[in-house]
RNA sequence: GGCCUGUUCGUCUAGGGGUUAGGACAGCAGGUUUUCAACCUGCCAACAGGAGUUCGAUUCUCCUACAGGCUACCA
């Protein structure tokens, strides 16, 4: 069939180590994006054949994360499909049968030399080649291969553990062509023969990968750039097996501040960690999207729908990226500004009922049909004053919970120079005049008049007043904020805080 | 060591034989303002180095430097 005209098949296929991996996750979106773009299938595949760092819980944390960001597969563990099972430690006899063919037609063989003995003889050549050596890297010298049927033989039979080894052939130039990397040519000379299947039967990944990926018919291979020096060996296997060679695109890798490869001491790189910080799916998956991508000289945002029509392959580039949080928070705070308040509502109400629970109480005064009421009349205040949705705790907590002033609060007109108290008494008043419903409108109304009288400006009389309620020189907006404290809470708070600096 | 790949502001990037090398984040300054944000305005800031090709190179070629990947019975 022309190739053009073939149905779209991309994977992603990450072995289950741990969490999701940022870079992980682009790789995933990347190949999700390009899938729903061609209305292709987007397969999961899990490569669980590493039995020492495979961890079998650390599958769901993968599968949650990649269903939170919403990129939803068509064939999978869970799913299903026609191309099964897609874990690779249910395959095992699959890869088996195909080496069985490899070693049938001589393009394969069994070695039989311990793994400890050929990792000496590596060291061993490296430490003569302190000199100037002899420009070539350890190669296994396939006596494995050179070996008498008949020895071969007595081998099995005597039970003697064997890997299987690729055999590579000689002077052959593999050429492919990726779509960001352009052409790539190299000879197979540098590349030894390489261990398929290993002692304990289990394939190893540049065999596995390239099994499965004929089988599941993946008609593009989108995966991080760590794996382009692995395709050669890769396409000497779809050669030796007949298998379609798909389309390569390698993406440039995800890097640390520092420059070095992502990992755990640059902070926060699990998906969970960013659904536990607040951070929404939108931002982070435009956020990965730019990392390495860029549609044009201006945008920087881009919805879901926008992404699918404007991605492209091709417009990927080479550069490793380093991942800059700030952007993420910046991109972050951005959606979240942008949000339907509906919607952030249901957000927050999460996110509070999480601190509420966290602190072993639930609203005070409210019943659940309240709290919601309240968060409603919030969501607006701290809507652009948020980068991320756990953020807004600090912000918020004073609706919440009881003021225990601080140190900071009680001492914080000591040395300045002003009346704190006889303006308090001023606000006090002022504030009780206005009616029970506590609007915005009337209480600033009030208040500026305080200040008139005062001969203060506005900013003096509402510093006071708001360390007073909100326990801290900086709240939403004062007057929305008071209204929704309600008169009795803001009238009880200042004369609380009167109370302390008398 | 060998093989492969890369290098534009601090960061993500656009661009591409002749441009004041553009945008975004961050930073800085100002405006607005009840604080903090948000918002608006402005500023700072880059073609790794050296040869070559060319009237002209940041753009093409080569070399060097630096960086990353692979070289595993990890993926």
Same mark, same amino acid.
């Given at each position: 069939?022309?190739?053009?005209?073939?149905?779209?098949?991309?994977?992603?296929?990450?072995?289950?180590?741990?969490?999701?991996?940022?870079?992980?996750?682009?790789?995933?979106?990347?190949?999700?994006?390009?899938?729903?773009?061609?209305?292709?299938?987007?397969?999961?595949?899990?490569?669980?054949?590493?039995?020492?760092?495979?961890?079998?819980?650390?599958?769901?944390?993968?599968?949650?994360?990649?269903?939170?960001?919403?990129?939803?597969?068509?064939?999978?563990?869970?799913?299903?499909?026609?191309?099964?099972?897609?874990?690779?430690?249910?395959?095992?006899?699959?890869?088996?049968?195909?080496?069985?063919?490899?070693?049938?037609?001589?393009?394969?063989?069994?070695?039989?030399?311990?793994?400890?003995?050929?990792?000496?003889?590596?060291?061993?050549?490296?430490?003569?080649?302190?000199?100037?050596?002899?420009?070539?890297?350890?190669?296994?010298?396939?006596?494995?291969?050179?070996?008498?049927? !008949?020895?071969?033989?007595?081998?099995?039979?005597?039970?003697? =553990?064997?890997?299987?080894?690729?055999?590579?052939?000689?002077?052959?130039?593999?050429?492919?062509?990726?779509?960001?990397?352009?052409?790539?040519?190299?000879?197979?000379?540098?590349?030894?023969?390489?261990?398929?299947?290993?002692? @304990?039967?289990?394939?190893?990944?540049?065999? +596995?990968?390239?099994?499965?990926?004929?089988?599941?018919?993946?008609?593009?291979?989108?995966?991080?750039?760590?794996?382009?020096?692995?395709? =050669?060996?890769?396409?000497?296997?779809?050669?030796?097996?007949?298998?379609?060679?798909?389309?390569?695109?390698?993406?440039?890798?995800?890097?640390?501040?520092?420059?070095?490869?992502?990992?755990?001491?640059?902070?926060?790189? +699990?998906?969970?960690?960013?659904?536990?910080?607040?951070?929404?799916?939108?931002?982070?998956?435009?956020?990965?999207?730019?990392?390495?991508?860029?549609?044009?000289?201006?945008?920087?945002?881009?919805?879901?729908?926008?992404?699918?029509?404007?991605?492209?392959?091709?417009?990927?580039?080479?550069?490793?990226?380093?991942?800059?949080?700030?952007?993420?928070?910046?991109?972050?705070?951005?959606?979240?500004?942008?949000?339907?308040?509906?919607?952030?509502? !249901?957000?927050?109400?999460?996110?509070?009922?999480?601190?509420?629970?966290?602190?072993?109480?639930?609203?005070?005064?409210?019943?659940?049909?309240?709290?919601?009421?309240?968060?409603?009349?919030?969501?607006?205040?701290?809507?652009?004053?948020?980068?991320?949705?756990?953020?807004?705790? @600090?912000?918020?907590?004073?609706?919440?919970?009881?003021?225990?002033?601080?140190?900071? +609060?009680?001492?914080?007109?000591?040395?300045?120079?002003?009346?704190?108290?006889?303006?308090?008494?001023?606000?006090?008043?002022?504030?009780?005049?206005?009616?029970?419903?506590?609007?915005?409108?009337?209480?600033?109304?009030?208040?500026?008049?305080?200040?008139?009288?005062?001969?203060?400006?506005?900013?003096?009389?509402?510093?006071?007043?708001?360390?007073?309620?909100?326990?801290?020189?900086?709240? =939403?907006?004062?007057?929305?904020?008071?209204?929704?404290?309600?008169?009795?809470?803001?009238?009880?708070?200042?004369?609380?805080?009167?109370?302390?600096?008398?």
């Amino acid at each position: 069939m022309d190739k053009k005209n073939k149905e779209v098949r991309v994977r992603f296929a990450p072995s289950p180590t741990g969490y999701l991996h940022i870079g992980s996750a682009r790789t995933a979106f990347f190949n999700w994006l390009y899938a729903k773009k061609k209305a292709g299938q987007f397969i999961l595949r899990i490569e669980d054949t590493d039995i020492a760092r495979h961890q079998e819980e650390t599958i769901d944390i993968i599968l949650n994360s990649l269903k939170w960001l919403g990129l939803d597969w068509n064939e999978g563990p869970e799913s299903g499909g026609g191309y099964g099972p897609y874990r690779q430690s249910l395959r095992l006899e699959i890869y088996k049968k195909y080496a069985d063919k490899l070693i049938e037609e001589k393009k394969a063989y069994r070695c039989f030399c311990s793994p400890e003995s050929l990792k000496a003889e590596r060291e061993n050549k490296k430490d003569r080649e302190v000199g100037p050596g002899d420009g070539k890297a350890f190669k296994y010298d396939r006596r494995c291969f050179k070996l008498s049927q !008949k020895s071969i033989e007595a081998n099995i039979e005597s039970g003697k =553990p064997f890997a299987i080894r690729f055999m590579v052939p000689e002077n052959e130039v593999i050429n492919f062509r990726d779509t960001v990397y352009g052409n790539i040519t190299i000879n197979a000379s540098n590349i030894e023969d390489f261990i398929i299947i290993r002692t @304990n039967g289990l394939p190893t990944y540049n065999y +596995s990968v390239v099994v499965d990926d004929a089988l599941m018919k993946i008609t593009h291979v989108i995966r991080g750039e760590d794996h382009l020096s692995n395709t =050669p060996k890769q396409i000497l296997i779809y050669r030796a097996l007949g298998f379609d060679i798909p389309d390569f695109t390698h993406l440039p890798m995800i890097l640390g501040q520092d420059g070095q490869k992502l990992s755990k001491r640059h902070g926060s790189i +699990s998906i969970e960690k960013y659904i536990e910080d607040g951070f929404l799916k939108e931002a982070i998956l435009n956020y990965l999207a730019l990392l390495g991508w860029a549609y044009d000289e201006k945008t920087t945002t881009f919805s879901i729908d926008e992404l699918i029509e404007k991605f492209e392959l091709d417009s990927i580039n080479k550069k490793p990226a380093k991942f800059d949080y700030d952007k993420l928070l910046w991109v972050n705070g951005y959606y979240i500004r942008n949000m339907e308040n509906s919607v952030l509502e !249901k957000l927050l109400e999460t996110q509070i009922k999480k601190y509420l629970a966290s602190r072993e109480m639930s609203d005070p005064e409210s019943s659940p049909g309240n709290l919601q009421q309240k968060i409603a009349r919030i969501t607006p205040l701290v809507k652009e004053r948020i980068k991320t949705l756990k953020e807004s705790i @600090n912000l918020v907590s004073p609706f919440f919970i009881e003021t225990v002033y601080s140190d900071q +609060s009680k001492n914080y007109f000591k040395n300045k120079n002003i009346d704190a108290l006889k303006i308090l008494n001023s606000i006090y008043s002022a504030l009780d005049e206005v009616d029970d419903r506590f609007p915005a409108k009337e209480t600033e109304g009030n208040l500026r008049l305080v200040a008139k009288n005062l001969n203060l400006n506005l900013r003096k009389v509402a510093e006071v007043t708001r360390i007073a309620i909100w326990n801290s020189p900086v709240s =939403p907006p004062l007057f929305e904020t008071m209204e929704i404290l309600g008169k009795e809470l803001t009238l009880r708070r200042i004369k609380d805080y009167i109370k302390i600096i008398s």
